[in-house]
């Protein structure tokens, strides 16, 4: 299936086309004022001058698509045009290109995607819609099909890194509603033909477990792609609690390994993953395992789960996203010398 390295920066030119037809409900109208042609642009200037608080009626466009928000939007939301204008002259928004705007904190990311005349979609989206999502460098935008000025002469913004480009079908193009970022549902549909299976997995599982998709969406979604784009939901699940976690399960079943995630151990509560019948595996997830308070619970169900016979591997974020390949080493040598196995050693609760 790959690589199962880190998810770093996707290949070498600034601007990446994935290649692949998207039958997409939905695609990006081109006609932001251009025709569908891409700028080629600078940087993006952030500097505002004062912040005044933000309009009521603002408010729902602005904080759920990073930030960035249409005109039509903004009228949909009750804003009137005087008001608009008066918080651009104040600051509180700034004009990203016509007939878009910002706050002056907006997603670097969500705003080069409308730049470009585009929409924010696949890792891009579902990372500012609270998907657990690998560690990557640079924007995904979905253009329309018929968008020109598609070269590398189109740079991308040094505060995002590369572009990558999900086009759409010009027979399945519809006019896509003026909003920045795609929903979960599109922004999966993109993943399944962009992404390779192990993140694809990653995002799927926390969606999943987000609740922001159910399984039979996410199989409708599947259903009219390749076979190949299908069978990366394979080894989806739900239990799932980190990206680190689905990406050490997903390993495993690939190996032929039965694994249970989330099992529960009386007097311990649930573990991360129970390989066979008694090697435990807790994938540490980087915002949950740094305090003080979790790092000794951690410990104390250690002890607990070793006491009952189990043998215990702890993985950090930073192994299971940056250093792989040991990972993977010691995860075979555990495997060759049974540790999974009931019986190889001592018996758990024996």
Known sequence: MGHFGHAGALSSPLITEVGHILRSRRAVDGDDSTGGQLPVHGSVDLRCAGRMPEPATARAPVRTNGGVFSRA???????????????????????????????????????????????????????????????????????????????????????????????????????????????????????????????????????????????????????????????????????????????????????GVRVTPQFHVVGVGDVDLLVGDRLVIECDSKEFHSAEWHSRNDRRRDLVLNRLGYRVLRLTYEQVMFQWPRVEATLRALLAEGSHVRGSRRRPGA
Not at 76 to 88: D, V
Not at 101 to 126: I, K
């Open 73 to 255: 939007e903004w009228h949909a939301e009750g804003g009137t045009r005087r008001g608009l204008e008066a918080s651009l002259k104040q600051g509180t928004f700034w004009r990203v290109s016509p007939g878009w705007f910002a706050t002056p904190d907006a997603s670097a990311a969500v705003v080069e995607a409308v730049r470009l005349h585009g929409r924010a979609t696949c890792l891009t989206a579902l990372s500012s819609q609270g998907v657990w999502t690998p560690p990557h460098s640079g924007v995904h935008v979905r253009i329309a099909a018929s968008a020109l000025g598609i070269t590398r002469t189109t740079s991308s913004n040094p505060r995002t890194g590369e572009v990558v480009l999900h086009r759409a079908s010009v027979h399945q193009a519809r006019p896509l509603e003026k909003h920045a970022v795609d929903d979960v549902d599109l922004a999966l549909e993109c993943a399944l033909l962009c992404l390779p299976e192990r993140d694809l997995v990653v995002v799927a599982d926390s969606a999943l477990q987000s609740r922001l998709i159910t399984r039979s969406s996410l199989t409708a979604l599947a259903a009219p792609l390749a076979v190949s784009a299908r069978e990366k939901l394979r080894f989806v699940d739900a239990r799932s609690q980190s990206g680190t976690e689905s990406i050490v399960r997903l390993w495993l079943q690939l190996s």
